[in-house]
């Protein structure tokens, strides 16, 4: 199991577009991925459910993965999250 904190960097914080990008990211893989923020943990495979934890710019978001691909699954949410979801 991985557990870490992942930094919302992008000036309009999580929106729709960007839970998108993150289900879709996390639905690429069969580990069991949640995050909280305060809040009871959610399934990140689901845009609902990520667009519910509300983070801005600037907050940080606890990621817990489980599962067969869980290293190659942080890899790539981390990647996303570093690299903004593709905005500014």
């Known amino acids: 199991m ?11 914080g999580i929106h729709a577009r960007v839970a998108n990008r993150i289900s879709s990211c996390c639905q690429k893989f069969s580990s069991q991925i949640e995050a909280e923020n305060g809040s009871a943990p959610m399934d990140m ?3 609902l459910n990520v667009m519910i934890l509300n983070v801005k710019c600037g ?7 489980e599962g067969d691909d869980e290293n190659e699954a942080f890899v ?5 999250f570093d690299n903004k979801f593709g905005e500014r």
Do not use: W
């Open 59 to 65: 907050e940080a978001l606890t990621v817990k993965i």
């Open 76 to 80: 790539s949410l981390k990647e996303l």
């Open 2 to 12: 991985i557990r870490t904190q992942l930094e919302v960097q992008n000036e309009l």
């Open 45 to 47: 495979k689901s845009v």
